[in-house]
Nanobody
Framework: QVQLVESGGGLVQPGGSLRLSCVAS????????MGWYRQAPGKQRELVAT???????KYVDSVKGRFTISRDNAKNTVYLQMNSLRPEDTAVYYC?????????????????WGQGTQVTVSS
């Protein structure tokens, strides 16, 4: 069973830091783009950062210079280092991965979501 498991969320004061981790496991043939999305109460889910297998990154403007996405391809793991956190960063952060998964006689490309991890920035 393919799944994504996030960890590292929590409560932090403004200006603090957190590091999120997401591990993809299961019958995975190829891992393509992995990234992070977030959803605050009453708001639409938005892309935070993504990274392709070969290292190309994309960030939403509001986190540029503060957040850094990285990957360990050998471990099918993606990280999000969050520095200089602000109250407006408060949200549930979801890991997302585009994976080619192994079936019985073939493979198929699918998008997977983690269960989400809460990040709260408050004094």
């Amino acid at each position: 069973q393919v799944q994504l498991v996030e960890s590292g969320g929590g409560l932090v004061q403004p200006g603090g830091s957190l590091r999120l981790s997401c591990v993809a496991s299961g019958s995975i043939f190829i891992v393509n783009t992995m990234g992070w999305y977030r959803q605050a109460p009453g708001k639409q889910r938005e892309l935070v950062a993504t990274m392709t297998t070969d290292g190309f990154t994309k960030y939403v403007d509001s986190v540029k210079g503060r957040f850094t996405i990285s990957r360990d391809n050998a471990k099918n793991t993606v990280y999000l280092q969050m520095n200089s956190l602000r109250p407006e960063d408060t949200a549930v952060y979801y890991c997302n991965a585009e994976l080619r998964v192994q079936l019985v006689v073939t493979t198929t490309m699918k998008n997977y979501w983690g269960q989400g991890t809460q990040v709260t920035v408050s004094s």
